[in-house]
């Protein structure tokens, strides 16, 4: 067993990206199941749910997070502070929305649903989630780009998108009218909204202005 977890961590020292899948596995199907414990409309656990997530977070957002760390301390040289904050802007401009559109698409395609539905639910939420997350993200990664070394960045984001990961499918399960007004990527109207207006159309009546 001891020589076991030494080679595992020998292969965890020199494949970084390894290091960071393995958290993933870990951390993002256990955020689902936290989700799911939160949600009130649920009965019961959907462990397929669960394990799309591990997949997901597992085999696409890890190594998307690795070659991102990595391609951001090459267009960004320098560990000080000044860098770090430059860092944390870029990601949130370049990286952030590409992320969360693989997320959106990603998840939804793992469920089967058809690319147009995929497509619909990005539209709605991608601008939302990235509002919530210009308010969290550049913090966490100027802590991370200046002070974590390199080799350590990618658990240090995983760790951190624990609870960003809970949110992420907190608005995968949350409908477009369900979003509070400043969150909304535009203004809608829900299905009962619609229904009653049409339903007042349909009791306006001409009105004669004169008689004949």
Not at 1 to 8: Q, S, T, Y
Not at 16 to 36: C, D, E, F, H, K
Not at 115 to 134: F, H, S, Y
Request: aromatic content about 12%; some cysteine.
């Amino acid at each position: 067993m001891a020589k076991l977890l030494k080679a595992i961590k020998r292969v965890g020292e020199h494949y970084p990206i390894v290091r960071g899948m393995a958290t993933y596995s870990v951390l993002w199907p256990t955020s689902n199941l936290v989700q799911q414990s939160l949600d009130k409309t649920r009965d019961k656990y959907d462990l397929m749910e669960s394990v799309r997530y591990l997949v997901f977070g597992t085999f696409a957002t890890a190594p998307t997070v690795y070659a991102w760390v990595r391609l951001a301390s090459i267009i960004v040289k320098g560990n000080t502070l000044k860098h770090a904050i430059y860092k944390a802007g870029l990601e949130q401009i370049v990286f952030a929305p590409a992320a969360q559109t693989q997320f959106y698409l990603g998840i939804t395609l793992l469920e089967g649903r058809p690319w147009a539905e995929c497509v619909q639910e990005w539209k709605e939420k991608l601008i939302p989630t990235w509002k919530v997350g210009v308010c969290i993200w550049p913090l966490v990664q100027t802590i991370n780009f200046a002070y974590v070394a390199e080799k350590n960045r990618v658990v240090v984001v995983s760790v951190a998108s624990f609870m960003w990961t809970i949110f992420l499918s907190y608005m995968h399960h949350l409908d477009q009218d369900s979003l509070p007004l400043f969150l909304r990527s535009k203004p809608t109207v829900s299905n009962r909204q619609s229904q009653a207006a049409g339903d007042a159309m349909a009791d306006i009546r001409p009105h004669k202005l004169w008689n004949d």
